[in-house]
């Protein structure tokens, strides 16, 4: 399905924003919340997003933040997507899930719920959520809604604050009953700023962080496999983003994803079966493998390297060219790779 999607060009997938809101203001957020927002979109106009997305082939639906749960007529848009036989996922930071607000959840049958839990240790959650008591309320909204049957992803973003939790963390997850997931990608705020890269891990804190989990990202090491997955990625494209997943806005602009701030329409003025099929944004995108990067085409590292496209304009400036962090993440792999090699050579054989 996701193949022939991608080959269609069928917006599978969709993460729709629904706030800029959030009760949190976490250090490294890339979301800019400035004062004066323009209005969020009604619980009318968001229906009718639904419905659109639906006619266009849309399956799945992400509802993300902000924190969604600040919009009061949250259930009212999660009832028009289950109508509408969508599988839900939502995004949140569970401090607003209570024990009516899990209960709401079971009902709607989501397919999973994304949290954000950035620590085990309560003191360091906080911290980087700068809202005292988070943790404690974070993981009280985990319980509710894993004692009601719903399906819990933690996900965390490692960074500086709280480097080294990673294994506490994994371990609090599986004693709360949801799956773990964490990531080292920083994406900069959506104005451009790049002040929360600091936060960030410093390349030797990179280094050592893919070293202690080469084994599952490298995978068994295979070079007669090696030039065939260069090839495939080369002449992939740069991500799911505008072939068969999207993003909308709280105020319905439409863009290839959260990461790359470039809206292509708005839903609110045009009709989003229009803005998808022909965007020149959306086109563009179509049109552009890895290899249509000059600075990629020729590189050796293509088969480890896992480029965002959108944190490649925040970061150095431009979405189709190449990104300064996944560079230096796949330089770092491939020397643990060659380190791999050379303590087994017999794979050299294999």
């Not at 106009?45 to 007529?73: M, N, P």
């Not at 960030?200 to 084994?215: F, K």
């Not at 150095?316 to 060659?338: T, V």
Request: hydrophobic fraction near 40%; aromatic fraction near 6%.
């Amino acid at each position: 399905m996701v193949s022939r999607s991608s080959r269609g060009f069928v917006p599978l997938t969709a993460i729709l924003e629904l706030t800029h809101r959030c009760n949190e203001q976490c250090v490294h957020c890339y979301v800019i919340k400035p004062a004066g927002m323009p209005p969020e979109l009604t619980t009318a106009q968001w229906k009718d997003i639904l419905g659109q997305l639906a006619a266009a082939g849309t399956i799945e639906v992400t509802f993300s933040g902000g924190e969604v749960f600040l919009r009061r007529d949250l259930f009212d848009i999660l009832d028009e997507a289950r109508r509408l036989h969508f599988s839900i996922k939502l995004s949140t930071n569970a401090t607003l899930v209570g024990p009516e607000e899990a209960q709401r959840l079971r009902d709607v049958r989501p397919w999973e719920i994304g949290v954000s839990l950035y620590a085990a240790e309560a003191s360091i959650h906080d911290g980087i959520t700068l809202l005292p008591g988070s943790h404690e309320r974070t993981v009280a909204g985990i319980e509710r809604m894993v004692a009601q049957g719903i399906r819990v992803k933690i996900r965390s973003v490692l960074m500086r604050e709280n480097l080294g939790q990673e294994a506490a963390l994994a371990h609090l997850a599986e004693r709360l009953g949801a799956s773990f997931a964490q990531d080292p990608l920083l994406t900069p705020r959506s104005d451009g700023s790049l002040d929360n890269l600091l936060h960030r891990l410093d390349p030797q804190q990179l280094r050592r962080t893919l070293e202690v989990d080469a084994d599952r990202i490298l995978g068994e090491d295979n070079p007669k496999k090696w030039d065939a997955v260069r090839e495939d990625r080369l002449h992939s494209y740069m991500c799911k983003a505008g072939i068969n997943f999207c993003t909308i806005g709280p105020q319905g602009g439409v863009l290839p994803c959260v990461q790359f701030q470039q809206e292509a329409g708005n839903a609110t003025e045009r009709p989003f079966a229009q803005i998808w099929k022909c965007a020149p944004l959306f086109q563009r995108l179509r049109a552009t493998v890895n290899a249509d990067i000059a600075k990629c085409r020729d590189c050796e590292l293509a088969p480890l390297c896992f480029r965002c496209p959108g944190e490649a304009l925040l970061s150095d400036g431009d979405a189709f060219g190449p990104s300064s962090y996944a560079c230096l993440r796949a330089g770092f792999l491939s020397e643990l790779r060659e380190a791999r090699r050379t303590v087994h050579p017999e794979d050299q054989a294999t």
